[in-house]
Every structure is written in C-alpha cells, then in structure tokens.
C-alpha cells in the first residue's frame, strides 16, 4: 500500500475569562500550525471560554452562539484563507432554551463540512453539563473532508467504546476528541496519576479496537469556580496515537503548546489485516448492547 | 464501603508436548496458589497442550475432551479439595465434527458452576482456530461462583469491547481472560512492542470502561509448528489490573509464574461513582453496533 501522509496538529492552551483573547489565541495557533505544515488542526473542547461548567449559572447561556454564527463564521474564512481543516468546539445556542456541546468541521474550503452533537453528557461534581448541554440527536456521524472522513466526538466520549466502533464502521479515518479534563487539586498523586492514565489508555484502547489512528486535545490551566466552590486543573496531555494504540506524540501537562505530527493514514489498514476485528464482531449476539442493563442475567443462578 | 477483598492467582507456564506433564504441572501450581493464598485460580488458555492451532490437521481433534469429561472432573475435584474456584480452558468436544474452544468455572465445592464458549474466532497465519473452534452459542453470560460473578473470556475476546460491556451489563464483579498470545519471531523488536502494549492496553480498557477489575493470564515459550511452518514466541505477561485500568500485577515475559495478587472487589463501586458510564451510555443511538458495517453512512457525501 502506498503511504499517505497527513501533518496533523493539536492546539493545547490554557483559557482565560477575556474569550476574544481565547480566539485571537486560537486564531493565531491555527496560522502557526499551518505554517508548520499541518493540513488538519484539532482544537480542544470550548477552547474559546473557560470551562464554565463548574457552576449551574443560567446567565452562562449567553456564552452560546447559533451554527452557523459569528464564530463559527470566522472559523470557516480562517479554514479558507489558510486552506487547512479545522475541527473547532462551540456551545450551540439551537433554541431558547436548547443548547449543545458541538464539534463543528470545516473543510479546507471553509466550508461547514458537518458537526456533531455530544452524545454522552457527563454531571458529577465539578462538571455540571448536563445543565448546559442537550444530548447530541445527530448521532455517531463521521464528517467528510478532503483529509479524510473525521470521527469527531467530544470528551466524556472517550470512555465509550461504543462512540468509537460506530465511528469505525461508519468508514471513518481517524478518531479526534477535543476535550477538557483535569485533575481536583484536593484528590491524593496517586489517584491523579490513576485518572490520567485511563484517560489515556481508554482512547488508545479505541485506537487498538479499531484499528485507528486517535487524537485528543485537552486544555491546560487550574480554573476556578466562579462561586469559589472548587477548581480544576485541566491535565493537557493532548497526544497522538497510531492505530496499534502506540503514541505518537504527546504534550506536556501544563504547557501550551502546537502539537504537530506526520501520520500515515494508510498503516491503518496494514494494521486491520493482521488484526481483522470486523470481520470476527458478533453482530448476531450484541443485542443487549441496546439495553441499559441486563438485569435477568444479574439475577439468574440466585 | 467495606472492602471485599479477594486474592486471585495465574498460573503462567510453558507447555510441552507431553499432555500428562502439563496436567501435572497445572494441578502442582493450582496446589501452591492455594496455599500461598488464593481463592480464585485463572488458567492460561488451552493449558493442557501445545497450540496446536499453528496448522490445520484433523487429526488434532483427538485432544478434545467432552465437558464433563475425565479432564473436567479431575479439575472439579481438585478445585473441591482445595476449596478454590478454578477457572480452565479446554478443547470442548461437543459433538463429532463439533468442538469449541471452552472455559470452565468450578466453583470452590467443585461443581461446574458455568463454562463459555469463546465467542470470536481468529483466523490469521499461525492462529488457524476458525478451522477447529466452532463460535460460541452460549452468549456473553457471566458465571456465579462463590467469590463473584465471573465474567470469562477467552483470547481474542480481548480485543472486541463489546464483549467485556455485556459482561458487565450482565453483572460481572471480574473480567478474565486465558490467553494464548505471542509474537512472530520474523517480526521486528518494535513491532513485537507494539503488539504486547496493545494487547495490554486494550485491555486495560474494558477495566476502565466497565469499571471493573481485569484478569488476563498468558503462555510463555516458544512452539514451533509440527510441519516447521513457522513458530510463535508466546509473550507472558499475564497481569492484573483494577477498575481503573491501573497494573496491580504483571508476570515476566518469559518465566513460569504463579501471579498472586489481593484485590479489592468494593473499589469498582467505588470507581463507577465517580466515573458513571453505565449511567449514560445512549442506548438510543447504538443500534448500528449490530450491524457488520455502516455502508450506507460510508458512502453519504459523496
């Protein structure tokens, strides 16, 4: 098989509470990361804000904007002017009242090639969105562009492998999660370290089960809660990795940085031909993947 | 929440050709881990023989046994006199022309509280197991024993997170896996890497996307194909993993070894408390996991 090549980049910054700051950020890296070769830049998870989900504040849906908007408008024309695909993290105003946490894809036209909605919203301490966020009604659609077909998702999907494998066997060419995810400065270095490598380890697991390549770009930063009720240090960590799971290349945990590297999309499917997972999948005997438990099995032999 | 502790062993060897030996050594090691303390004894797949999957031979199905067979109930036997949940893996011979690739669970009163038939089947250079394993008909279906439910699965099952997931849908308390895994000895050193942190990591994932603790016990030694066809270095490394997917233990690459290690089946609550997935998994949006590819969705847009 012949190689075929793509420069890939990763935006990984810290957020301030001055969102035009963010975007002149943003906006400057992804003039960068073209200039350093990358056809494809990841932008990671609401990288124009603070990760404000720290609180349940209704006032912050102001912070959201409709697709297409002014950002996403501007996203597309930098797109354009730099010829280059950007895979950008927005808070959707689609309604009053009805908002989403949406990865938006433009081409290297700058066109709107295709969003998704995050499907699997998390809510625990610290991480209220399902406050903010409707659950994505798009479903598991990779994206069309001319680098490929993107399996775009967003953060709290990385522990799905079943996110993953639709993407997968909806033809895509690589997976790419923006996200945002740290540490609480109270947990014990231990348990940090524990959380970080799952982290990393599930989406490589992704990689692995797919026969994939996977980036993630993560932000960096302690943020505060607006209320003082907690921070969290955002872990950066983006990284990079090939379709056996191995990394590729990866970002420090408190630094900015672009993170640029060459992959070989075509390694892809030297890997699926010793490792042919879809050809052995059990279509017949995953029904029970659709329920939310299976309960009568947890009961049987009692 | 009270700690339920459990002490697992695996029993990591080399097989030779001399079935009798094998079984000896099997028993000899279930003996020792009892005595240094374990409770439940996970055993490599296909313990008793060389893989004999390295070429195709009819002949070979002489090895397989009925369930219950002389094998079984010598192994239910000594799992009753040890008071030791044991968990085998056996050439299941179910009916001429008929045989499955089987892992058995005797519960510590030695009754045969459950077995699995592997589910996916590989078929690759070496590995010709679709030639003598008929796919399992008994589902992802976990087995009750007296220190937990037991979600067994075997070797190539490793690679699908489908299998692990219904497993802990089901209620699994553990994941484990007999293996029988190794390298080509033609390929190169960082390939070989490659593939033995794969095959860690995918792993380690279904511990943290299930949030449960992982057992996966491997051969070791080198066997060459009866016709010289070729050979494989069968890696080691049978390890333990918690429900974050954090290595707890991990045998040599090359040394027989009784892994012991004490594990705490509470930690997974509390792990999931923190990191809910069975919570939100959107079951609404899953159905094309049933499905051998998306054919439609790989080709809109275009």
Partial sequence: MNPRSLTVALVQHACSSDAAANRRHVDAAL?????????????????DTPYFCQTEDPALFDLAEPIP????????????????????????????????????VFDRDGRLAGRYRKMHIPDDPGYYEKFYFTPGDLGFTPVDTAV????????????????????ALAG???????????????????EKARQL???????????IANGLPLLACNRIGTETAPDGSGSIDFWGHSF???????????????????LIQEIDLSRAEQVRRIWPFLRDRRIDA???LLRRYRDEATTKNR
């Fill in 197 to 207: 490598d799952a982290w990393r380890t599930v989406q490589r697991g992704h990689a």
């Fill in 148 to 167: 490929g077909r993107l399996g775009v998702l967003v953060c709290w999907d990385q522990w799905f492998p079943e996110a993953a494998r639709l993407m």
């Fill in 286 to 288: 995953y029904q029970d």
């Fill in 240 to 258: 990079i990795a090939g379709p056996q799971g191995e990394i590729l290349a990866e970002a420090p945990p408190n630094d900015p940085e672009i």
């Fill in 31 to 47: 003039r960068e990361a073209r200039a350093r070769g990358a056809r494809l830049v990841l932008l990671q998870e609401l990288h």
């Fill in 69 to 104: 908007g002014p950002r996403s408008e501007a996203l597309g024309a930098l797109a354009r002017e730099l010829e280059v695909v950007v895979v950008a993290s927005l808070f959707e105003r689609r309604a009053p009242g009805l908002y989403h946490n949406t990865a938006v």
């Fill in 172 to 190: 895509a060419d690589l997976l790419l999660y923006p996200t945002a995810i740290g540490w609480d400065p109270q947990d014990e270095e231990d």
